[in-house]
């Protein structure tokens, strides 16, 4: 069964660094999105991507974040300037119309801002 | 207020037990998302639905578009059940689906 990859399972940078995280979504999928998940809370909404353009991002997606699709299957969320507030486990998820738009969820990236 | 809620947020129950999640909403969605997470991984879709009900071995999922509620619901459960329980909406369309989260519901199985 098709899935969502991402990379690195862990990463640890200190503040100040720049992080890119990877995600390899599922290949006939259409549509992307970042969520974080801050230890103990619930899990939030980053930004959504489609047709190689943002379509909608949260107030938490300042502009110290991008996200690129660089070859046309990874998807790249990158924090430029990394704070200790960004500490959180990263998820990606894709959909599109194969799966009636159903959202399937990468195992996620850890980051861990020291 | 938040815009999805769940109750309760911890649940303890012994193994065979019947397990019923509820989750409310307050605004208009096209569906809604049954999520499992186990402690410091991944989040698995367990249903999505925007009517009716489905079911998918122990687990049955309903929901009420007019009342704007939802229930997950565990037959026969089992300690390998224990986990966080999301319930998560969708309302937008077009170019934009993007889930909005409840703050999950912890469940422990006991043998």
């Known amino acids: 069964e098709p899935e969502v990859t991402q990379t690195p399972s862990h990463q640890v940078t200190q503040m100040g660094q720049e992080v890119i995280l990877r995600c390899v979504p599922i290949?006939?999928?259409?549509?992307f999105y970042w969520y974080r998940q801050i230890l103990g809370q619930k899990v939030e909404f980053l930004v959504s991507?489609?047709?190689?353009?943002?379509?909608?991002k949260s107030e938490i997606f300042d502009d110290q974040f991008s996200v690129e699709r660089p070859d046309g299957s990874n998807f790249t969320l990158k924090i430029r300037s990394t704070k200790l507030e960004d500490s959180a486990m990263y998820f990606c998820?894709?959909?599109?119309?194969?799966?009636?738009?159903?959202?399937?969820f990468g195992p996620g990236t850890r980051l861990t801002v020291t | 207020k938040n815009e999805v809620e769940q109750s309760p947020q911890n649940l303890t129950a012994q193994e065979g037990e019947f397990i019923t999640i509820n989750c409310s909403y307050s605004?208009?969605?096209?569906?809604l998302h049954w999520l499992q997470q186990h402690p410091g991984g991944g989040i698995v879709s367990l249903f999505m639905?925007?009517?009716g009900k489905k079911k998918h071995g122990r687990l049955i999922a309903t929901i009420n578009i007019q009342e704007k509620h939802s229930s997950l619901h565990i037959t026969a459960s089992h300690p390998r059940d224990s986990a966080v329980y999301i319930c998560?909406?969708?309302?937008?369309?077009?170019?934009?689906?993007?889930?909005?989260f409840g703050k999950g519901t912890l469940l422990t199985v006991n043998p």
């Open positions: 998820a894709s959909s599109g119309i194969t799966s009636s738009y159903e959202q399937y």
């Open positions: 290949s006939n999928h259409l549509y």
């Open positions: 991507f489609y047709n190689n353009e943002i379509s909608e």
């Open positions: 605004v208009g969605i096209s569906a």
């Open positions: 639905l925007s009517s």
């Open positions: 998560a909406v969708r309302r937008g369309g077009g170019s934009n689906y993007k889930l909005t």
